[in-house]
């Protein structure tokens, strides 16, 4: 149980253009997802909690209008890498912790999307 | 704010026992969680502690003192694809999970 999924695994896209990522909880609800920002051999940076019917709530030195985010429903997020730059080429993940009621429910990840804009 | 701290890089040999230490200053402290992630793949969970002590999990084990600020994770009959970054992450309140910036072990022959 408690699967992520994330879509797509990797996209190479040219510089100016936007891309979208897809996280979906497969076999429970999240109202509250995670994205996650990785560069090679550094941590996983939080940059976003996506909020299902509001709007997410960013960390600060991320841009809210670069990066979109939507949570239509109970099982999917979107991220959308807006006029994409080489410097956004990166490791995007995105987690979401099942609702138990409890704070101590591990957060799952999806698989990642390797992001390369050239 | 939250800070963790833990070792860059480690190297084991092929069967032994490897302990990774993870150290945190955090408000509000909840838990601590454990994550693995080989190279390009995303982290997959391994513990959680919350009170003080030891939880086992087959050939791995993670401690936490909540009074000094320390976790340990350890790894028994280490095999070649533990080879992998070992994350540690501290939980507060209801914030999202703010990891560590992993230590990278290798197990070698």
């Known amino acids: 149980g408690a699967v992520v999924s994330q879509h797509p695994s990797w996209v190479i896209c040219k510089s100016g253009t936007s891309v979208k990522i897809e996280c979906r909880s497969l076999d429970f609800q999240a109202t509250t997802m995670f994205w996650y920002r990785q560069f090679p051999k550094q941590s996983l940076m939080l940059m976003a909690t996506s909020n299902e019917g509001s709007k997410a709530t960013y960390e600060q030195g991320v841009e809210k209008d670069k990066f979109l985010i939507n949570h239509a429903s109970l099982t999917l997020s979107t991220l959308t890498v807006t006029s994409a730059h080489p410097e956004d080429s990166s490791f995007y993940i995105c987690?979401?912790?099942?609702?138990?009621?409890?704070?101590?429910?591990?957060?799952?990840f999806g698989n990642g999307t390797r992001l390369t804009v050239t | 704010g939250q800070n963790i701290d833990q070792p860059t890089e480690m190297t084991a040999t092929e069967g032994a026992i490897v302990q990774i230490n993870c150290t945190y200053q955090?408000?509000?402290?909840?838990?601590l969680f454990w994550y693995q992630q080989h190279a390009g793949e995303a982290p997959t969970f391994l513990s959680y502690?919350?009170?003080?002590g030891l939880e086992e999990k087959g050939r791995f084990s993670s401690f936490l003192s909540r009074s000094k600020g320390y976790s340990y994770l350890l790894l028994k009959e280490l095999q070649m694809k533990d080879s992998a970054s070992y994350l540690c992450a501290s939980y507060s309140g209801n914030t999202p999970l703010v990891f560590g910036k992993g230590t990278r072990l290798s197990v070698i022959a």
């Open positions: 955090t408000s509000g402290f909840n838990g």
């Open positions: 502690n919350v009170l003080d």
């Open positions: 987690s979401a912790r099942v609702q138990t009621g409890s704070y101590n429910s591990p957060l799952h």
